[in-house]
Every structure is written in C-alpha cells, then in structure tokens.
C-alpha cells in the first residue's frame, strides 16, 4: 500500500466499491481506474478490483498507466454451478510503487468470451491460452488462440469443474 | 479492414470442442489478427505459422531460390540442452534463426486439477513435483499463500528456517543451471564439480526433512521438523568451504576463450522487452532491471537480512551467467546470517484445529488426539476467500494464487512458475542468431520443464 508512515494503518477487510474508495482514496489504482471498477474490495492485505469484462483492455491499459507496469499471470476460476461462472483474474505488479492489484472480470458460463490483453502485455500470450485450453474462455483479438498444452483434438477443457478428476473420457 | 473491426468478432477463435481439429498444431483456428499488436515482434509465432512461412518460401523475385530458402528444424523433444520434454521449431535461414516457436504440453502432471481433489495439506508434497530443483521455494509459496487465507501468524524460527532452506535451495539450483550450461557449452568438468557440490546441499535437506529432493520440508504454519543436532555445523562449514568453490568454477570459465565467446553478445533481452514479456529473476536483473521481491516485498522476515541484489545492465548470456555467480554468493551470505541469529522457539505456529498437534500433547491429551484425527482425516476449513504469495524463487518469481470456497479443499490452485513466461522471451533472444546459439540462450534462462506444463 501507500506509504505507513504517512496513512494511518490499513483496515482487515473492506468490502464494496465505495468504501474501498473511502478507505484508499490517494491509492494510484482507485484512482486510475476509477472509470472502470464496478466492485472492490481489500482482504488479506490484498486489493481486488472487479470491472466488466468488456472494459478489461481499457482497465489494463489504465493500470499500466497508473505504474503497474508488470503483468504477473492470468488465470480463471470456475464457479460452477453458479453464474457468472468464470472469474477472470489477472494480477499486476507495479516494480516503482512495490505492490499489486489484482484485476477481476466475470464471464458468463454459456460464452465465456473476454478481450484479450496481448496488445497491453504481450507477456499475456502464453497464459491467455492456457485459459483458453484449460477453461474454454476465449479471448478475441488474441493474435494465436489454440491449445497450449493439450492435444488440438481433445475434447473438453480439463480445468472445468464439471470435467472430471479421474478417469478417462 | 480496420484493427477495431478485427477486435468485434468474436470469432476470431474456434472452440475445439465444436470443431474438433486434428494432429497437434496442424490447424490455425479463425483469423490470426496480428495486425493491431502493437509490438508485433514480440509476439511469439505459433509453430503452425513457422512452418507454412518457410514452405512458401522468402525469397523475393530474381533472387536465387536454393540459397534465399530457409528451412524449419525440430530441436527436441528430448534435445540434450533442453531438460526436459521441449520441442522447439526453428526456421533457418542457413544457421541463422529467422524465427522460432516453442511447443509445449508434453508431460501433462495436471498438478493444478489434482489440487482441487486435496486437501490443503495434502496439496504440499505435490508442489515439490512442479519444479524439482527448488522445491523448498515451492513449499514456502504455497504455505505463504494458504496462511494468508488462514491469517496464521508464524514463529520466527521458522520463518528464519525457511529463509535459510530458500538460499540454500537457491545454490541447489544455480548449481544445477551452471553444471548443466557448462555441459551444453561444452564444459563437462564444470558439471562434474558442480554436482559434487550439489550432493551435500541434497545430504543437507535429507537430514533435515528425510527427502533429497521432494522435502515437503516447509508446512502450512511452519516448517516439518526440528533440524538434527550438528546440522547446522555441517552447513556452516558447507558455506565457509563454498565461495571457494565458486572461484574454483569461475577459474575454469571466466577467462576461458571459447566460455566467453560462446556466452558475449548472444541473447540480448532490453528491459523494455522483459517486462514487456514477462520476464522475471536473474534474466530480468540481468537486463537491467532492479527487482528483487526478496528486498522489495519481502516475506518471511527477509526485512531483516543484509544482502545484495546483482544487476547487470548487458542483457546477454553473459550478463545472466554473471548475475547468477553473484547470487549464489550473496545467498551464502544470506545463510550465514540465517545461522548466526537463529531464533529460538517453536518451528510451528500454534494452531491446534487447523495444525497436526506436537507428538506429546497427543500422548497425553485426549483433545489434540481428537484434533490430529480430525485434520487427518477431513481436512481442514478455510475461510473463503483469495490470497495470492509471491516469493522469489531461484528461476524468478514464483506465484502461489489460491482460491478458498469455504470448505476443506482448494477451489483453485494456480501456480506463476517463472519458466512459464521466460519461455515467451526465448523467441525475442534467440531471433538472428546461430543456430548453436540457441543451446546458450536455453541454458542461460534455466528452464525446468516440469514447472512449465499444468
């Protein structure tokens, strides 16, 4: 977070957009992004902003803006049965202010489709089609979307809840 | 056609679950929309594309067809430098690397599923597996992220343990990096010298937690077991013994001819592409970026260490190799300060309903029997939630994202290996190179391949 000596200690856990914004008001991400931010909260000494994911080029390019400067690793969770299913989370890194975001954009299970953020990141390649391999999200505008490490001809997405542990399909 | 037109179709990728395509990386699925990337040449190709670029030829009109052809080679899957199952498809044009596609996927351990089957305990011994060369940095990413979810405070023995398990594992592992290189290059003493080395480090971490390699030594809550007697005088005389040996391998290379010429110029990586690309640990800090997440965002009370971080500025093998050398003796340092101010006190945090209680209450206390039974047997809650650890690792920064759901398994478990992202960069370093120069370029980013597939 922002320098201690100069805020007064950071809360536990704030939940909800505008208490997050009340809580960190000089934060170089709330005020970067404000734009685009749709839930927020602070766990666990860790700032998470949801946005929609048809702002999510916007967002990142608004967080590299504000200094974070490094993308660290996308990855998706699958909330099965509950919708929106998938929860695209992308964590970033700022190497000048020394802290990290985490960015969060759900995707409804029935066509998980998200913008791809290769044009901000091209570190994001290789993780976007892990996602898409393992998951099945899709991410238009990703210059080479295949399978990254399962066969081409495979079928299903093997991260998927519903997908099962063991045995052979 | 503009960029933004591109962007609005969502089809520009075909689910495979809808058409099935057939043989590995022999069908391009929709569109390759390329044309609005900004740093296009940072991009990796897809192999596809490699090998469809050099059939239909480069050569323009009038020039002559036989010596203006490249042509695509397959290193690997078991090439000798790659460690591991790795398969790079390279076009050249003579021995010059026009362009070159990393295939991946080979060994399937399918760590992340297996993890959402496991109990968070349970899910230790398997990050030893991702990357066998550190696993104690493993098991100290996944224990920082799974004690975050808890809020479990942790003593200071075994936060000072584990720092001095990490450095020790950092030399483990550089060691094997250099051995390995030098054998690549040519070397074979260097390799034979470094093993050497590497044995009482292994000796070390099998006194300590029973294991050579999988030590599952670092625990949720703390570390496994109390060191040995001795072992702690058995390891200073290892560090002292050490910095002597590392002169012994830098009098065999640093001024070795065909060493440095091998290593010079080759590779170049401008901090501008590693961040672009991801990059992390000694290849970032050899191009000249200054991060260190030991020094600025520590963890595990590395606050309270004195140390260096080596950068270099060159961005080359070279550059790499030197920062590398520079790390393995600021990690004696590390460790030498580790053993001078060893802690006392307990090596776990105590916590009887989420940890297995010690032996003697067991003995004697019908409760921490219950309790022990009860963490066996079912697991134990964790608040729902997300944390996410950083630590780094001696390949780079390694990621620990962990999602709870409530219950006594992980809902997802995601693993930010290093490898996974330096392998993206291997395109940028090895384009215009010789073809030979692609072996140095591997060993100098010191992939594991096991800590690259899910």
């Known amino acids: ?46 700032l998470t902003l949801t946005v929609a994911p ?88 990703h210059p080479r979307l295949t399978r990254i490490m399962m066969p081409d001809n495979w079928n299903g997405h093997p991260l998927r809840k519903d997908y099962p542990v063991e045995g052979y399909r | 056609m503009s960029p933004t037109d591109l962007l ?16 590995r990386n022999t069908q391009i699925s929709g569109a390759t929309l390329t044309g609005f990337i900004p740093a296009e040449d940072l991009i990796i190709p897809d192999v596809k594309d490699v090998v469809e670029e050099s059939a239909s030829g480069r050569a323009p ?68 597996r991702i990357d066998y060369l550190c696993p104690m940095t493993n098991n100290t990413a996944y224990a920082l992220a799974v004690e975050k979810l808890l809020q479990l405070e942790i003593p200071e023995k075994a936060q000072w343990m584990r720092v001095l398990f990490n450095e020790l594992t950092r030399i483990q592992s550089h060691l094997v990096w250099l051995g390995t290189h030098a054998m690549d290059i040519g070397a074979l003493t260097v390799f034979l010298y470094c093993f050497r080395e590497r ?16 030590t599952s030594y670092v625990r949720i809550g703390g570390v496994a077991l109390e060191p040995p007697v001795g072992l702690f005088k058995k390891i200073r005389a290892f560090l002292e013994d050490f910095p002597s040996k590392i002169e012994q391998y830098e009098g065999l290379l640093q001024n070795n001819p065909i060493w440095i010429g091998r290593l010079k110029g080759i590779g170049y990586l401008t901090a501008e592409q590693a961040v672009a690309l991801g990059v992390t640990g000694p290849p970032l800090r050899a191009s000249g970026v200054d991060f260190d997440l030991r020094r600025d965002m520590p963890y595990s009370s590395y606050e309270k260490f004195q140390f260096n971080v080596p950068v270099a500025t060159e961005g080359d093998v070279w550059a790499r190799y030197i920062v590398r050398m520079q790390e393995m003796r600021e990690s004696v340092k590390i460790c030498l300060q580790a053993l001078d101010g060893m802690p006392e006190g307990r090596i776990v ?29 079912e697991g134990f809650q964790v608040p729902a939630g997300e944390a996410m650890s950083a630590v780094e690792a001696p390949h780079g920064q390694m990621n620990y994202y962990v999602v709870s759901d409530g219950t006594a398994k992980p809902q997802r478990v995601h693993v930010r290996n290093a490898d996974f992202c330096t392998l993206q960069a291997l ?25 690259i597939d899910r």
């Open chain 2, 427 to 451: 395109e940028t370093m090895c384009k215009g190179q010789l073809i030979a120069d692609v072996v140095a370029v591997i060993g100098s980013i010191d992939i594991v391949l096991g800590a």
């Open chain 2, 61 to 128: 009109e009038g020039s002559d067809p036989v010596s203006d052809k490249t042509m695509v080679l397959n290193m690997g899957p078991q090439h000798p430098s790659t460690h591991g199952v790795l398969r790079l498809v390279i076009e050249i044009d003579g021995e010059t690397v026009v362009s070159l596609a990393p295939d991946i996927g080979y060994l399937h351990t399918g760590i992340e599923k297996t993890c959402e089957a496991k109990f968070y305990n349970q899910v230790t011994p398997l990050t030893d």
């Open chain 2, 199 to 214: 044995e009482e480090l292994l000796r070390i971490f099998e006194a300590v937690s029973g294991q050579r390699m999988m």
């Open chain 1, 54 to 141: 048809e702002n999510i080029v916007a967002a990142c390019k608004a967080a590299q803006a504000s200094g974070y400067n490094f993308f660290e690793d996308c990855t998706a969770v699958d909330w099965y049965p509950s919708e929106p299913r998938f929860q695209v989370t992308y964590h970033l890194l700022s190497h000048r202010l020394k802290e990290r975001i985490r960015l969060i954009a759900r995707v409804h299970g029935d066509d998980p489709v998200i913008e791809s953020i290769t044009s901000v990141w091209p570190a994001a390649n290789f993780y976007e089609r892990e996602v898409f391999d393992l998951f099945g999200v899709r991410f238009t505008g």
């Open chain 2, 349 to 377: 945090a105590h916590a009887p309903k989420i940890l297995v209680p010690d032996r003697e209450q067991m003995k004697t206390q019908m409760e921490s029997l219950i309790h022990h039974f009860k963490i066996v047997t």
């Open chain 2, 8 to 23: 609005e179709k969502p089809e520009g990728a075909v689910e495979p679950n809808r058409e099935p395509m057939h043989g």
């Open chain 1, 1 to 46: 977070m922002s320098d201690p000596a100069t805020t007064p200690a950071t809360p536990e856990a704030v939940f909800g957009k505008e208490a997050v914004a009340a809580a960190f008001a000089n934060h170089a991400a709330i005020t970067g992004l404000e734009a685009f931010i749709v839930d927020a909260k602070w766990d666990r000494q860790e």
